[in-house]
Nanobody
Framework: QVQLVESGGGLVQAGGSLRLSCAASGRTFSSYVMGWFRQAPGKEREFVAAISRSGGRPYYADSVKGRFTIARDNAKNTVYLQMNSLKPEDTSVYYC?????????????????????WGQGTQVTVSS
């Protein structure tokens, strides 16, 4: 059982940066692969990034590779998404998610149904 709360969203100009945080309440945060997804109006939820249990193995969608960085601090039960060089097309609600079972099927880290717990989301708006 994990509860996730995202924060850090807001309005930023194109080319700017934001850092999203996802705070987890629960007893076994380090047992979960953590991911970030986003969803814009009228679009499907889209994978953004994921990170392994120890934090040593990040993975990114092609659309954000080189611009976004995912990190986690297991001592603080928090996962972060540093977003640089933001573009208007990054505008979306961003969700963090936790997966307990991904470990042995790492190739499924971008599959929405692999995640067991979801936060409420935080709005990111990038103006041109």
């Amino acid at each position: 059982q994990v509860q996730l709360v995202e924060s850090g969203g807001g309005l930023v100009q194109a080319g700017g940066s934001l850092r999203l945080s996802c705070a987890a309440s629960g007893r076994t945060f380090s047992s979960y692969v953590m991911g970030w997804f986003r969803q814009a109006p009228g679009k499907e939820r889209e994978f953004v990034a994921a990170i392994s249990r120890s934090g040593g193995r990040p993975y990114y969608a092609d659309s954000v590779k080189g611009r976004f960085t995912i990190a986690r601090d297991n001592a603080k039960n928090t996962v972060y998404l540093q977003m640089n060089s933001l573009k208007p097309e990054d505008t979306s609600v961003y969700y963090c998610a936790a997966s307990f079972n991904i470990g042995t099927n790492w190739y499924r880290l971008n599959v929405e149904s692999e995640y067991d717990y979801w936060g409420q989301g935080t709005q990111v708006t990038v103006s041109s």
